[in-house]
């Protein structure tokens, strides 16, 4: 923690979920909106539609209500990560293990990126993230690519879906309140 002689301010808990699942929860708008279209589509093909586009309408209406808690899953998740990696950023510094072992996917790179913001790593990161290639408009995870079958992998559905709850070792804002203490002028 030598490295830290200073942390920029912190955000309240909500800002930081926000930070780090803005992309996940737009994609929750959209699957909200689909739902609602879906529901009145197949509402009025079960009015005088043929089966098969009932059918459809069904599938449709189920993939995208389903989708509504994957995304929320997979925020639970990220944020899970998030202070994961807040917590190893704020002991150890910038490592390049640890950013590598989270550019899998925009939602994991986004939630590194919210804690080495939050201690102000950012430019470092990015940095690293430049070398390897990977930038802004990276959206399809890596593993997809790899592995077409990965929704079949246990994998897949433990680290993106069913994190375990991770308690924070530090409390940041009162680490930023004792560091004030320290810096203020004396009368």
Known sequence: MEHLQHIPKQPRTLVSYWNV??????ALLLFIVETVYYYYGLYDAYQHAPVEIILFWVWCLLFSFVHIFLVLMDGWSRFQNYKR????????GFTPKIAKHYSGSKCQRMAVIAAAKELGMEDSLKRYYYKMGIRWYNFIPQFMLRDPLFLFKKYFWSRTFLEKYYEPKFDFKQYQNKLSECYMPRD
């Open 85 to 92: 990696i807040k917590d190893h950023l704020f002991q150890h």
């Open 21 to 26: 699942n803005k992309l996940l929860y737009s």
